[in-house]
C-alpha cells in the first residue's frame, strides 16, 4: 500500500478565537509529494448548541448562511472531540509510516501538516486534539505564504472557491498550490 507524505487538513470552528472557539468539522486527506491522495477523511464534532449561538455570529456567518446552514444541522449527529482524534489518529496510523519523513531530531518521524493558513488549524488541533498535536512536524506547509509571495511580487490570484466546509476547502488549497507551483522551472 502507498503511505502518504503529507497531511492536509482543514477546520470549520465556530470562530476564530483558539480557547473561545470550538472545531465544528474536520476534513483530511492524506497525500504524496506530487499531491496525489492517498485517502481522506471528515468527521464532525459535536459542539453544544449555546456556543453556537454565542459565537457563531456577525458578517461572516450572515455572508456563509449556506455554511453555517449545514454546519449547525451536521453538529447534531456529532462526536466528542477525543472520538474525532481517535479517528485521524488512526487515519494516521494507516496511512503514514511510522518514521514518516527525515528530519533533525526535533522532528523525526513527525508528520508534515499542510493546508491554507495551516498556523491557525494547528492552534486548534494544539488545544483540542493535543495527541495529535504530538503526532506532527513542527514545520508545516502553508499555501497562505506562496499566496502572499505570488499576489504580491507576481500579480498573480489564485481563484479558491469558498464555500468554507472543511474537505472542499482542502482540496481547493490542493490545487492552489499547484498553479503556484506550475510556475516554477522544472528540475533537469
Do not use: C
Not at 129 to 156: C, I, N, Q, T
Request: charged share 35%; no cysteine.
Amino acid at each position: 500500500m502507498k503511505k502518504a507524505t503529507l497531511l492536509w487538513i482543514d477546520l470549520e470552528m465556530t470562530g476564530l478565537v483558539p480557547g473561545k472557539d470550538k472545531i465544528l468539522e474536520v476534513a483530511a486527506i492524506a497525500t504524496d509529494w506530487d499531491f496525489n491522495e492517498v485517502a481522506s477523511l471528515t468527521a464532525t464534532v459535536k459542539v453544544d448548541e449555546e456556543i453556537i449561538k454565542e459565537r457563531m455570529v456577525g458578517e461572516f456567518w450572515e455572508k456563509n448562511k449556506e455554511s453555517y446552514n449545514g454546519l449547525v444541522a451536521q453538529n447534531k449527529n456529532g462526536e466528542t472531540a477525543r472520538a474525532v482524534e481517535t479517528k485521524i489518529l488512526d487515519f494516521l496510523d494507516e496511512y503514514f509510516e511510522k518514521e514518516s519523513i527525515k528530519g533533525d531530531s526535533r522532528g523525526k518521524g513527525k508528520i508534515i501538516l499542510a493546508g491554507n493558513s495551516i498556523h491557525q488549524d494547528r492552534k486548534f488541533i494544539d488545544i483540542e486534539f493535543p495527541e495529535l498535536g504530538k503526532r506532527l512536524h513542527y514545520r508545516m506547509l502553508d499555501v497562505s505564504a506562496w499566496k502572499v509571495y505570488f499576489e504580491g511580487a507576481k500579480h498573480l490570484k489564485f481563484k479558491k472557491p469558498e464555500n468554507h466546509r472543511a474537505l472542499d476547502d482542502i482540496k481547493g488549497s490542493i490545487e492552489e498550490l499547484k498553479f503556484y507551483l506550475s510556475f516554477l522551472k522544472e528540475e533537469k
